[in-house]
T-cell receptor
Framework: DTAVSQTPKYLVTQMGNDKSIKCEQN?????MYWYKQDSKKFLKIMFS???????INETVPNRFSPKSPDKAHLNLHINSLELGDSAVYFC??????????????FGPGTRLTVL | SQKIEQNSEALNIQEGKTATLTCNYT??????LQWYRQDPGRGPVFLLL?????KEKRKERLKVTFDTTLKQSLFHITASQPADSATYLC?????????????????FGKGTKLSVKP
């Protein structure tokens, strides 16, 4: 029973295209995140959503936009793809504990390759 | 500027020994610190969380220490096994960063790739 799932697992596309990556969590968590892991394996936060409100928006290009149709989903839309967007994108979720946020649960990742 | 550094990119040890990984940070005052394990082709998996008022946390063969004076966390795996081979990431909450930030936003180190040889 997958906790955090992402589709697709692999995405190969041409420069200039628009693409989306979907993420769903069945843990009942109230916060979801998107991370980018580049070729040097550096994992960097992109966005987080809490109860359908964007609470963090790191300095990413506005070609990237998160969309949350409900508390269990946070999709990532990317417009006008560029070569530098090639990376592995991870979705994650967490709940808010009494003493602060709890640990994050990560999805399996989506490897995006822009040609 | 804010920095998180994990002592080495790679660490090779013999099975049965204790692996010690280091995470140092500057210009942060994190309320908590987390350690994750990442296997090739997979997402990170949470291992341990330690809060600023805790000195040490244990879970089975894992032990984490947190020294807010030294601005350092140590992650130990005792009686290491080849199955422990993976990349280990430390992460701090960005709320304690100089530029502020939101609680729950984790800043990750680059990770240390641990290889345990039989």
């Amino acid at each position: 029973d997958t906790a955090v799932s992402q589709t697709p697992k692999y995405l190969v596309t041409q420069m200039g295209n628009d693409k989306s990556i979907k993420c769903e969590q069945n843990l009942g968590h109230d916060t979801m995140y998107w991370y980018k892991q580049d070729s040097k394996k550096f994992l960097k936060i992109m966005f987080s959503y809490n109860n359908k409100e964007l609470i963090i928006n790191e300095t990413v290009p506005n070609r990237f936009s998160p969309k949350s149709p409900d508390k269990a989903h946070l999709n990532l839309h990317i417009n006008s793809l560029e070569l530098g967007d090639s990376a592995v994108y991870f979705c994650a979720s967490s709940s808010q504990g009494l003493a602060g946020p709890n640990e994050q649960f990560f999805g399996p990742g989506t490897r995006l390759t822009v040609l | 500027s804010q920095k998180i550094e994990q002592n080495s990119e790679a660490l090779n040890i013999q099975e049965g020994k204790t692996a010690t990984l280091t995470c140092n940070y500057t210009n942060y005052s994190p309320a908590y610190l987390q350690w994750y394990r990442q296997d090739p082709g997979r997402g990170p998996v949470f291992l341990l969380l330690i809060r600023e008022n805790e000195k040490e946390k244990r879970k089975e063969r894992l032990k984490v220490t947190f020294d807010t004076t030294l601005k350092q966390s140590l992650f130990h795996i005792t009686a290491s096994q080849p199955a422990d081979s993976a990349t280990y990431l430390c992460a701090l909450d960005s709320l304690g960063g100089l530029g502020g930030g939101s609680q729950g936003n984790l800043i990750f180190g680059k990770g240390t790739k641990l290889s345990v040889k039989p």
